[in-house]
């Protein structure tokens, strides 16, 4: 038996821009001090959203929102599980003290890699407030962490997977589920 993966489109690429302008004004309307906020992205495609949404943001209100990246892999509690990859460089471009934090996520599961990216944060101090932006909810927590705001929630079985995908990193944008098909070959 081989395998095969078909690709379903969840968001298309004008969907995701509403969804995008939509969770944009979500945070214009949550965040009082748009001046006092830092989007800090987790790697993969979180840093990439990131960089999205500061634009959206600037767009919409002529501020321009500080942003970071903060790589969980080393806080992580399940390595063993799902591995390592390379790491990307932790950016903090200002002390978060008293700031209000936004972590962003393409795609929340178990909540383990957001518990990592949390403690990971407090190792550079505490923020007045952290909150969570995911792209796609697709279920199967594993710790009781849910999101701020959500783009869309998808629920999926443990085989299944959700990719973001985005022109500036893959020459094409949308939210896909991707789903394993087996096939006989003879």
């Known amino acids: 038996m081989s395998k095969k993966t078909k690709k379903i489109v969840i968001l298309s690429e004008v969907e995701l821009k ?17 001046d006092n ?4 992205g987790i790697p993969t495609r979180g840093i990439e959203l990131a960089e999205v949404l500061e634009k959206e943001l600037f767009f919409k209100t002529g501020l321009r929102v500080s942003k970071g990246t903060i790589d ?13 990859r390379l790491i990307k460089i932790t950016d903090i471009p200002t002390p978060i003290e008293e700031k209000e934090i936004l972590l962003i996520d393409d795609v929340i599961y178990t909540g383990r890699t957001i518990r ?27 710790l009781p962490i849910q999101p701020d705001f959500c783009g869309k929630k998808v ?17 094409e944008e949308g939210v896909f589920l991707n789903s394993l098909l087996s096939e006989d070959i003879s």
């Open 18 to 34: 509403k969804t995008i302008s939509r969770l944009t004004s979500e945070i214009i309307e949550k965040v009082k001090e748009l």
């Open 37 to 40: 906020l830092l989007l800090v």
């Open 72 to 84: 969980p892999t080393f806080y992580r509690d399940d390595q063993n599980r799902v591995g390592t």
């Open 116 to 142: 990592a990216a949390m403690d990971a944060l407090y190792s550079w101090g505490r923020p007045q407030r952290v909150m969570l932006l995911v792209m796609v909810d697709r279920g199967h927590r594993e």
């Open 155 to 171: 629920p999926t079985s443990k085989i299944e997977s959700i990719s973001l995908r985005l022109h500036s990193v893959d020459n």
